[in-house]
């Protein structure tokens, strides 16, 4: 009885296949547990106070959805609902918000509200220094719209 080799290749080689690709995790891929985007840069003073039960509320990943909202809106819905914000010279024509985020923060995602529409968040904090409410605040003038440009 003679063997070709040319036959008993594809065998061996479709079971070696087999059990490579088994071993790597190809069909039954591990999920990654880790829900925070540790790539969103915000600066460590942002919206910073040294209260655990604060920082820890403001560090919570969300699932949030956003699709041409108003600021005032944001801020009443419920993952921003449970602490004060008071808006300060934000304009009327204010283009609208729209963010679809998996995984950021309250810090971050108030951090890309706040650089992506030229606004100034101001953390402000009761006399025994525990966070009280942040004041937002649009960074223009009269004299420019929010996009930077003059008005002539």
Known sequence: MKHYPCRIFPIFASFAAAILLGSCNLFDPVPNYRIVEPEAVVPKSF???PESS???WMDTPLRVHY???SLDWIFNDRPFADFNYRLCDIPADMDPISIDALGQTRRQLLWAIAHDHNLKMT???TEGGLP???IVRWRGDRTTDQRGTIIR
């Open 47 to 49: 919206l910073y106070n």
């Open 54 to 56: 604060y920082n820890a």
């Open 67 to 69: 699709h041409e909202a």
């Open 123 to 125: 953390l402000l904090t």
């Open 132 to 134: 009280s409410e942040v």
